[in-house]
């Protein structure tokens, strides 16, 4: 799936930071923690709760925190639909390893079981 130029910049300069608590608020909603979520981020990215704290207070956009990560080889098992785009047909890799992320955290705080979130791992 193409997604628009204007979509793919628009993920690109947004920073990780400003998504974050949003991530926190909908999985703690559920009933799920921010533990949780810290696992799930470092599964797919590598990145540990010191660096995850770091990149945070640097504001870094979504296109430097996935410049920064070493992207979990299992990661291309993550598909199925997330805003209206199913991740395996998305063609630019930002966007893809940003729909990556929200799906993770959609499946965490639906309750998914963690062995199931992180693909086997």
Not at 43 to 71: H, P, S
Not at 97 to 118: F, P, Q, S, W
């Amino acid at each position: 799936m193409d997604t628009s130029d204007k979509h793919n910049q628009r993920i690109a300069k947004m920073t990780f930071a400003s998504v974050y608590p949003m991530y926190v608020e909908k999985v703690e909603k559920k009933g799920r923690t921010k533990e949780e979520l810290h696992q799930v981020i470092e599964w797919l990215t590598g990145f540990n709760n010191k660096k995850l704290q770091e990149l945070i207070d640097e504001k870094v956009t979504f296109e430097t925190f996935f410049q920064r990560a070493t992207l979990n080889p299992n990661a291309e098992l993550i598909t199925g639909m997330i805003c209206g785009y199913r991740i395996e047909e998305i063609d630019n890799p930002l966007t893809k390893r940003a729909r990556y992320l929200d799906k993770l955290v959609d499946e965490l705080a639906k309750g998914r079981k963690m062995e199931k979130i992180l693909r086997g791992s």
